[in-house]
């Protein structure tokens, strides 16, 4: 049975904002993360005050996200630059 993922308003106009064929890109990272959301070969988990949470590079970009086990939700956090997606 796979996940299904829920983003904020502010990350999906962020990703609104983004070239077209990034934005296809994330979705199609996104659903592959619904497929498997701990596949080490796409995402890692993260320490410090983001424990808990996961991370997946794309191009130059994290998604951050946090997996709820018992209802199947990947809750995306944020995506943004991995300078900046860290500090928020």
């Known amino acids: 049975m796979t996940f299904r993922y829920v983003m904020s308003g502010r990350v999906e106009r962020y990703v609104s904002r ?3 064929r990034v934005q296809r890109d994330i979705g199609h990272r996104l659903r592959e993360l619904c497929e498997d959301p701990y596949d080490r ?3 890692k ?3 410090g005050p983001l424990e808990g949470k996961r991370s997946s590079d794309l191009y130059n970009l994290r998604i951050i996200y946090e997996v709820d086990d018992t209802v199947r939700v990947l809750d995306v956090i944020d995506i943004g630059p ?3 997606v860290y500090k928020r």
């Open 82 to 84: 991995r300078g900046d």
């Open 45 to 47: 988990p993260l320490k």
């Open 18 to 20: 983004l070239e077209p």
């Open 41 to 43: 070969n796409v995402s």
